[in-house]
C-alpha cells in the first residue's frame, strides 16, 4: 500500500473479505503516517475483529451488507454505513435521501438509499442471534481445516501474523486449487455444492474494458484457484 501513495491519495480501502479483516494495524499506521482517511468495506465481516477491535470501529467510516446471503441478512437488499465523525453523517444522511435533509430541498446530488423500516426490523431481530450463528460457522470451518489434508488444496488461513490476534467469522469457506474444475465436477457429483467468488477479475470486466489489457498475474492466479465450499449456520 504504502509504495502505492502518491501525492493525489486521499483514502485507503481495505476489504474486509470472506470474514475476515485485512492486516489493519500495518493499514491504521499508513493511514497515521500519511494523514489518510480509511474506508472499511465490511460487507462480509459482521464482528470480525482483531485484538478486540471489531470491522468498522478502525477506519472514519465503514460500509456493511445486509444482502441476505450476508451474515447478517435482512429480508432483501439492505446496508448501513458507519461513523463517529458527525460531519461526515450529516452528509450520508442526506446523500441517501436525495441529497437532502429537508423535503423538496436537494443540498447535493443524492439517491434513494433509505433502509425500510421492515428491514431494520428483522435485522434487530436477527442481531440477537448473529453470535450463535458466528459460532456455529466457526465450528464448520474448524472442521474443514482439520479433515482437508490434500497438497493440492491451499486452506484458508485464519490467523495472518503474531501481531494482529483475528476473529474469523467465516462468512464464506475459501480454498484455492490448480484443479478447480475437476474437484467442483467431483463434488458435484458427490451432492455438494460449491461456488466461485469470484470468477472474473475487475479488470477483466466489460465494465472495465478500457483497462482489459492490464496485466496483475497474481490476481488472475487466484481467480482462476479459488472455490467456495458450504459453510453457514444451518449447515449440520
Known amino acids: ?5 502518491t501525492p493525489k491519495t486521499k483514502v485507503i480501502l481495505p476489504v ?10 500495518a493499514i491504521m499506521a ?7 482517511l480509511v474506508l472499511e468495506d465490511s460487507a462480509q465481516s459482521h464482528s470480525a475483529e482483531i485484538n478486540g477491535i471489531k470491522a468498522g470501529n478502525w477506519g ?3 460500509g456493511f451488507s445486509f444482502y ?6 435482512a429480508l432483501g437488499d439492505a446496508g448501513a454505513v458507519t461513523t463517529n465523525n458527525e460531519e461526515l453523517a450529516q452528509m450520508l444522511r442526506a446523500l441517501r435521501n436525495y441529497g437532502s435533509h429537508e423535503k423538496y430541498k436537494n443540498l447535493v446530488p443524492g439517491v434513494n438509499s433509505r433502509l425500510d423500516e421492515i428491514q431494520a426490523a428483522m435485522l434487530d431481530i436477527k442481531l440477537k442471534y448473529l453470535d450463535q450463528e ?5 465450528k464448520i470451518a474448524q472442521l474443514y481445516l482439520k479433515h482437508i489434508v490434500n497438497p493440492l488444496i491451499k486452506l484458508p488461513l485464519a490467523q495472518k501474523n503474531a501481531e494482529e490476534y483475528q476473529q ?3 462468512h464464506l469457506f475459501v480454498i484455492r486449487t490448480e484443479h478447480r474444475e475437476a474437484l467442483q465436477k467431483y463434488l458435484a457429483e458427490q451432492g455438494v455444492q460449491t461456488l466461485i467468488h469470484y470468477p472474473i477479475p475487475p479488470h477483466k470486466q466489460q465494465a472495465y474494458k ?7 498475474p497474481v490476481s488472475e492466479q487466484i481467480h482462476a484457484e479459488v472455490m467456495s465450499l458450504p459453510i453457514g449456520p444451518t449447515l449440520s
Not at 474486509?16 to 494495524?25: D, I, K, T
Not at 499508513?30 to 494523514?35: G, R, S, T
Open 210 to 216: 478500457e483497462w482489459n489489457d492490464l496485466s496483475y
Open 68 to 73: 441476505p446471503g450476508k451474515n447478517l441478512g
Open 60 to 62: 472514519d467510516a465503514s
Open 134 to 138: 458466528i459460532a456455529h460457522r466457526r
Open 30 to 36: 499508513i493511514a497515521n503516517k500519511y494523514n489518510l
Open 168 to 170: 474469523h467469522v467465516w
Open 16 to 25: 474486509h473479505l470472506y470474514g475476515q479483516l485485512a492486516e489493519m494495524l
Open 1 to 5: 500500500i504504502e509504495a502505492a501513495i
